[in-house]
Nanobody, 118 residues
């Protein structure tokens, strides 16, 4: 298990940018696939982006492709989500997650709120 702490959320106007960070504990961070998910009020949690342990492979939901960029710094045990051209529909609690395989995430952070005003 790895402990995860997200930060960087906040209130931003439509068209603006935010960068979320997720700091992980443990010494084997590079062994984990990392993902970002989000949950809007009244909706189910949905996948946003994921990145392989090496950082060489990334994958995005169609709704954020071209606007969001996931990256990681294994020396800092941190994964990032750069969010540009934000839209009101991006408003949600954003969670980072870790898993030894990209299709199963066992460790989750507490979430950080992102609110995009129109």
């Amino acid at each position: 298990q790895v402990q995860l702490v997200e930060s960087g959320g906040g209130l931003v106007q439509a068209g603006g940018s935010l960068r979320l960070s997720c700091a992980a504990s443990g010494r084997t961070f590079s062994n984990y696939h990392m993902g970002w998910f989000r949950q809007a009020p009244g909706k189910e949690r949905e996948f946003v982006a994921r990145i392989s342990g090496s950082g060489r492979t990334t994958y995005y939901a169609d709704s954020v492709k071209g606007r969001f960029t996931i990256s990681r710094d294994n020396a800092k045990n941190t994964v990032y989500l750069q969010m540009n051209t934000l839209k009101p529909e991006d408003t949600a609690v954003y969670y980072c997650a870790a898993g030894v395989v990209s299709t199963s995430y066992r460790s989750w952070g507490q979430g950080t709120q992102v609110t995009v005003s129109s």
